[in-house]
């Protein structure tokens, strides 16, 4: 289980699981400290992780959903050029209700490749066939995919005009934009709910951004904290463990992002977590 100082028991998730959820910024919406990404749950092409794998079948799924419930962990990361993530989680998915998801709009992928679409119809068309494919009523947030030109997006662009309009209509409780840039993710914290930086001992462009974040409550997922991979040590990195360390030093972090499909590795995971949150306390 995730722990850390002041834990509590939290509705809906397993037997026993006991966490200290963390404010996605001024949202209402708590979540833990760690989420599951599920990129390879529904995706295998154009991916950059060191090493291949097979999308698990539908049995390992349910098993690793099941299991991130009883470690602790109440938020999902998916999109929909995931390939088939959100579908699955709506079919795999117990208690979906009890769930925080993140999901994106913007990016397609088809035939191997990506696309992007940032007008206001297609922002609202994958709204809506993102709660149809979760069956649930709305999405808990939404953000941008970005495909790089953050700014173009921001100023030319209808699909953070139209995020907010869905939010107002009730179809998602928060939206913001998964970022590549510095300026993108500041604008992004002063103008919007949420959004998802980089943070990793490589690549610091966002540590602006964070710390923009936490001067302004707004709430912060962290992508890219284990290098999509490259962290572990086996790979050329520094090691996972220290990869997390960077990562929650920073105050402004709401919840990292971890793609795992690997039962030992999300509970090992998980146990470095506790281990590093508790020794910030």
């Known amino acids: 289980m995730l722990f ?11 037997d026993g699981a006991y966490v200290e959820l963390r404010a996605l910024g001024a949202t ?30 539908d049995v390992a799924v349910r098993e690793l959903l099941a299991l991130s419930r009883d470690l602790g962990i109440n938020l999902i990361d998916t999109a929909p050029a995931y390939g088939n993530s959100e ?31 940032f007008t206001a119809k297609h922002t609202r068309m994958s709204v809506e066939r993102t709660i149809k494919r979760l069956g649930r009523d709305y999405v808990d947030v939404v953000l941008v995919h970005s495909d790089g030109q953050d700014m173009q997006i921001i100023h030319h662009q209808a699909v953070l005009e139209t995020l907010d309009r869905l939010k107002e209509q009730g179809l998602l409780r928060a939206y913001g934009m998964s970022t590549k840039t510095t300026d993108g993710g500041l604008w992004v914290v002063e103008n919007t709910d949420v959004v998802m930086a980089t943070c990793n ?24 904290g284990l290098q999509s991979g490259h962290a572990d040590k086996s790979a050329g990195g520094g ?29 090992d995971n998980v146990m470095m977590v506790e281990n590093v949150l508790a020794s910030l306390v």
């Open 201 to 224: 001992p490589v690549d610091v462009h966002d540590e602006p951004v964070i710390a923009r974040a936490h001067e302004l409550n707004k709430g912060v997922l962290v992508k890219k």
């Open 87 to 117: 579908a699955r989680l709506g079919q795999l998915l117990s208690n979906k209700n009890d769930w925080v998801i993140v999901t994106k709009v913007g990016e397609i992928f088809e035939h191997g490749e990506s696309r992007f679409d």
């Open 239 to 267: 090691g996972i463990e220290a990869a997390f360390e960077y990562v929650f030093k920073h105050a402004g972090v709401s919840s990292m992002i971890t793609g795992t499909i690997n039962p030992q590795h999300l509970r």
């Open 28 to 57: 209402g919406i708590q979540v833990s400290p760690l989420g599951l990404g599920t990129v390879k749950i529904g995706r295998d092409q154009q991916v950059k992780y060191p090493t291949g794998f097979t999308i698990p079948d």
């Open 4 to 14: 850390c100082p002041g834990r509590k028991r939290v509705d809906g998730l397993g």
